[in-house]
T-cell receptor
Framework: EAQVTQNPRYLITVTGKKLTVTCSQN?????MSWYRQDPGLGLRQIYY???????DKGDVPEGYKVSRKEKRNFPLILESPSPNQTSLYFC????????????FGQGTRLTVV | TQLLEQSPQFLSIQEGENLTVYCNSSSVFSSLQWYRQEPGEGPVLLVTVVTGGEVKKLKRLTFQFGDARKDSSLHITAAQPGDTGLYLCAGARRSGAGSYQLTFGKGTKLSVIP
């Protein structure tokens, strides 16, 4: 089954404790991205990757890092999480950066206390 | 400033009624997409419209892209409880890297009451 898989689905952590949210897709897509979804603000792009070893900032990149060492994986790293990063996070993939249709994972609900 | 304005934000209707959701912008988009998101799930793509004036139908759902490619509407005929969810529009624009970047509206939360 074609899918985008995020882990974990739920995470509660403390301020400053480094964490990684994993994202994997099995559709051989070139383009992957991370979004956060907040009430009243909608979905906002954090980072995106056009292909392996090619990443760039989205609209709200502060406090986040990403890497793309393999085509299928695109982890999101919070080096020192803060409470304002409490949010619902989505990973998405597209066949390429030249196509617009995005396939989303099921989301990771992160709470930073 | 929100690039894509969706209205209404909330909509509660009875089963069998018709409804229209709007997505407006002052910017021109290469294409516009509509997604539906259910609680606890990621958005799922419903349709992509590309050409100004384009109309696409998906069973009881009709999507229209404005002539100037700045706005879109989603019309649902004879709504059913299964249509309940958050409807998101997303406009695609070319980014500096030659890829497309999606900008999402805040969504319309639809509740269809049996």
């Amino acid at each position: 089954e074609a899918q985008v898989t995020q882990n974990p689905r739920y995470l509660i952590t403390v301020t400053g404790k480094k964490l990684t949210v994993t994202c994997s897709q099995n559709m051989n897509h070139e383009y992957m991205s991370w979004y956060r979804q907040d009430p009243g603000l909608g979905l906002r792009q954090i980072y995106y990757s056009m292909n392996v070893e090619v990443t760039d900032k989205g609209d709200v990149p502060e406090g986040y890092k990403v890497s793309r060492k393999e085509k299928r994986n695109f982890p999101l790293i919070l080096e020192s999480p803060s409470p304002n990063q409490t949010s619902l996070y989505f990973c998405a993939s597209s066949p390429s950066g030249r196509t617009t249709e995005a396939f989303f994972g099921q989301g990771t609900r992160l709470t930073v206390v | 400033t929100q690039l894509l304005e969706q209205s209404p934000q909330f909509l509660s209707i009875q089963e069998g009624e018709n409804l229209t959701v709007y997505c407006n912008s002052s910017s021109v988009f290469s294409s516009l997409q509509w997604y539906r998101q259910e609680p606890g799930e990621g958005p799922v793509l419903l349709v992509t419209v590309v050409t100004g004036g384009e109309v696409k139908k998906l069973k009881r759902l009709t999507f229209q892209f404005g002539d100037a490619r700045k706005d879109s509407s989603l019309h649902i005929t004879a709504a059913q409880p299964g249509d309940t969810g958050l409807y998101l529009c997303a406009g695609a624009r070319r980014s500096g890297a030659g890829s497309y970047q999606l900008t999402f509206g805040k969504g319309t939360k639809l509740s269809v009451i049996p």
